[in-house]
């Protein structure tokens, strides 16, 4: 259900997806995305996650810290979701891919730029 193809950006997961996917009751689900270790966005009627930011049945570790570095930057949660996705020029990649590569400092310092 969830790909490992870190090129894949279009597949997002709604609450009962995450439930499924994660193996948490809806409330535990809901307190990850309220403690920040996902997010997710309104933009096709239900909320939903991109389905990128789970790894292995875990939401992606490096993801919290590099959302929170956003926040502080005033992104909101759609604008952190579209800086992940999409190619970042000094990363030479989405950020997104550079996390799943183990690049969190990299990725968290290019964030900190943006403020």
């Known amino acids: 259900m969830v790909s490992d193809n870190a090129s894949e950006t279009s597949a997002w997961l709604t609450i009962p997806d995450l439930v499924e996917v994660l193996d948490e009751t809806p409330g535990r689900v809901r307190r990850l995305l309220d403690e920040r270790y996902l997010i997710g966005s309104r933009r096709n009627g239900a909320f939903a996650v991109p389905a990128i930011f789970i790894v292995d049945g ?4 490096s993801l919290r810290g590099t959302v929170i570095v956003l926040q502080d930057a005033g992104f909101s949660d759609d604008e952190a979701i579209d ?6 020029e000094s990363l030479g990649r989405a950020p997104i891919d550079a996390l799943l590569a183990g690049h969190k400092s990299e990725v968290r310092r290019v964030a900190r730029t943006l403020a």
């Open 83 to 88: 800086w992940m996705l999409q190619e970042e």
């Open 58 to 61: 875990r939401p992606l570790t």
